[in-house]
């Protein structure tokens, strides 16, 4: 599903107080209307341009497989596998059976048209807290941002654990709270991602020990701006790189609410910036 802010330049120069008070007056007004401006609409751009991204790229993803000791032969699920960017790495990288499902049928209809070529991905549509597969069947499951998205972790964490074999293991790479935000960046990523919740280092830890897994790892690392957008150019080809913006600029120009989300995400711009300062790359394992 990826990291969940709209990098939109800022081009209009704006006060710390002009945020706080556009804010204020929109806040209570978009999460009514998810559909239309927050993240339901966030994650419908994100499918549509192909987009859909995590933090630490393609480096975070080969960390996870190497932590959860990936070999020939494993069998992989990952769990909000967006448009499929990472399972057509992991596919083509590794040389591995990997199943990839996502809540959405518009991610999932994406990630089959880029995809349509690769040979030992199969992708579905599947819900994390109640997976449509049977006790001990995979290797290692694993997920790039998501957690944060799901409503009840503990049941999602606790199904991972269910279809892992054993001995198998469970691996996130999830966006981390170095420190409590203030109130209103809390309100900007509610207008943006809902009911997303991250959690601090200590609170994924608990979720994979409450999931009774053992041999837990947990490694923070703070977030390198470089060294992002480096990954996430890597993690497309020049043609998807290019639809993308296509479909987004496209989408300005012909859709009232791409029109809306970008200008709030023009407005918003400061407290986007403001987020890298609280975030942390977060990467759990640990093993039935």
Not at 5 to 11: K, T
Not at 23 to 42: Q, R, V
Not at 156 to 180: H, P, Q
Request: hydrophobic fraction near 40%.
């Amino acid at each position: 599903m990826g990291a969940i802010i709209l990098e939109v330049p800022s081009i209009v120069p704006i006060r710390k107080t002009d945020t706080d008070k556009y804010l204020e007056h929109n806040h209570d007004n978009m999460k009514k209307k998810p559909s239309e401006t927050g993240s339901s609409f966030y994650f419908e751009i994100q499918s549509e341009m192909g987009a859909t991204k995590h933090l630490g790229g393609q480096k975070a993803t080969d960390e996870i497989l190497k932590l959860c000791k990936i070999k020939k032969g494993s069998k992989i699920l990952e769990v909000g596998c967006g448009t499929g960017l990472s399972t057509r790495y992991i596919a083509k990288k590794y040389d591995i059976e990997i199943v990839a499902i996502d809540i959405s049928e518009k991610m999932i209809k994406k990630a089959k048209e880029r995809n349509k070529k690769l040979k030992n991905a199969e992708f579905m549509v599947a819900d994390a807290q109640n997976l449509p597969f049977k006790n001990n069947t995979f290797d290692i499951v694993f997920t790039e941002s998501v957690i944060a998205m799901v409503p009840n972790k503990l049941k999602a964490m606790k199904e991972f654990k269910r279809v892992a074999k054993s001995g198998g293991y469970i691996g996130l790479n999830e966006v981390t709270w170095a420190k409590d935000p203030p109130k209103n960046l809390s309100k900007y990523l509610s207008m943006t991602v809902g009911d997303a919740k991250m959690l601090k280092k200590e609170g994924y830890t608990k979720l994979l020990k409450d999931a009774d897994l053992k041999n837990i790892i947990a490694r923070t690392r703070k977030i390198e701006m470089l060294t992002e957008i480096k990954e996430n150019i890597r993690r497309f080809n020049l043609r998807d790189y290019l639809h993308a913006w296509y479909i987004l600029i496209k989408g300005i120009i012909t859709d009232a609410r791409f029109r809306k989300f970008a200008w709030d995400a023009l407005r918003l711009a400061p407290l986007a910036k403001d987020v890298f300062k609280y975030w942390q790359i977060g990467i759990y394992v640990g093993k039935k």
